[in-house]
């Protein structure tokens, strides 16, 4: 094997010329959305936070849009790799669907399936399994820091070996562009060196799908820590409009009255201000002005009717759909057939190539 998984530092994982390039596949995006299939997904964990809804789901609802084939993955093995049990799995599934759908995820033109249902994905991990060895593995930045956070009492082999499944998750449907966010750089390595030792190995099978960053804007939890559901801190898409008045009036801001938007300086008070900038569709040094010197309550005020108006119509579509769980089973039994019958012209090649077919 000449390329070797080269990512011992997690600083420098190539954001720049990912950044680059993703530029530059936007360009190609526009030109011709019909060409493109993109691949993401969620681990199922509960429901999604606003941090989620600006960072990637707004940003798939936009590829869709645009005409590109969009694949969305509810992750429901790797979600294995952080909980000892899958806990509530079913409902979190559920939970994750009704965001996908309530946001404008449409079943229509994306594919929205889950890792269980759909076997010769699966399948797929083997063969990649014999393409890296334990020492790339244990390199992958992402993961070494997934394991040092881990509350679990061991490393599990799924842990250690999830990039590789997703690789599988990416090549199955050869998808091109993976929407994702910067932490997932080196899993997208990793399938892209699958793709290229298996075509080298076995003959061309896979093209090597590529990152899609998207210049997401970072929203901090109302603690001014990483927003995350679990650390209390995040407000979830279906919260209430009380839900979300109560979370912003308790948010850290600090003791200075006039307010500004300064991100290095004053994160906690700038990611609010951010965060009324992204509901209201403005620019946040306008936001913040326009509140100037009335302080961290008006600013407050501002930001929850931001949040509640720009979310009621997106709240009020997920109650609804809530009520009819044969919709959103049928939405996934839909997803997971189509993703099946590509999953399997897949492995199919794959076998063909590999001299494998008997
Ligand atoms: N690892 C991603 C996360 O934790 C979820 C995921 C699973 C994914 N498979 C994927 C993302 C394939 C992009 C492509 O958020």
Not at 71 to 82: E, F, G, I, N, R
Not at 99 to 111: F, K
Not at 209 to 220: D, G, Q, V
């Amino acid at each position: 094997m000449s390329t070797t998984l080269d990512t011992t530092t997690s600083d420098d994982l190539g954001v720049p010329a990912a950044r680059r390039r993703s530029a530059e596949l936007e360009r190609q995006i526009r030109e011709r959305p019909g060409r493109f299939r993109a691949l993401t997904g969620d681990r199922p964990t509960g429901r999604l936070h606003l941090g989620h809804y600006f960072g990637t789901l707004h940003n798939r609802v936009r590829l869709q849009n645009l005409g590109v084939d969009m694949m969305v993955l509810v992750a429901d093995y790797q979600v294995l790799t952080d909980r000892d049990v899958a806990d509530r799995l079913a409902e979190h599934v559920e939970d994750l669907v009704l965001d996908y759908l309530a946001v404008g995820v449409d079943p229509d033109r994306a594919t929205i399936f889950t890792h269980s249902a759909v076997p010769a994905l699966n399948q797929l991990l083997l063969p990649f399994l014999s393409l890296v060895s334990v020492a790339e593995l244990g390199r992958n930045p992402t993961v070494k820091d997934e394991i040092a956070h881990s509350s679990q009492s061991a490393v599990s082999g799924l842990m250690f070996t999830y990039p590789v499944h997703q690789a599988a998750d990416i090549l199955f449907c050869k998808a091109g562009l993976v929407p994702v966010g910067q932490d997932q750089l080196p899993h997208l390595e990793v399938a892209r060196i699958v793709a290229r030792r298996f075509n080298s190995r076995y003959g061309p099978v896979f093209p090597e799908p590529e990152a899609l960053l998207s210049a997401a804007p970072l929203l901090l939890g109302t603690d001014g820590g990483k927003m995350s559901k679990s650390r209390g801190n995040a407000i979830a898409l279906a919260a209430t409009a009380d839900e979300t008045a109560r979370m912003i009036r308790g948010a850290r801001t600090d003791a200075d009255r006039r307010i500004t938007y300064d991100p290095v300086a004053r994160p906690e008070v700038s990611s609010l201000v951010l965060l009324a900038a992204l509901c209201l569709d403005r620019d946040p040094h306008e936001v913040a002005e326009e509140i100037g010197g009335r302080g961290a309550s008006a600013l407050k005020a501002v930001v929850t009717d931001a949040v509640n108006d720009h979310f009621a119509p997106i709240r009020a579509r997920r109650a609804e759909l809530a009520l009819d769980r044969a919709h959103v089973r049928r939405v996934l039994r839909d997803g997971n057939e189509r993703a099946n019958s590509i999953a399997e012209d897949t492995l199919t090649e794959v076998r063909e190539a590999m001299k494998a077919l008997y």
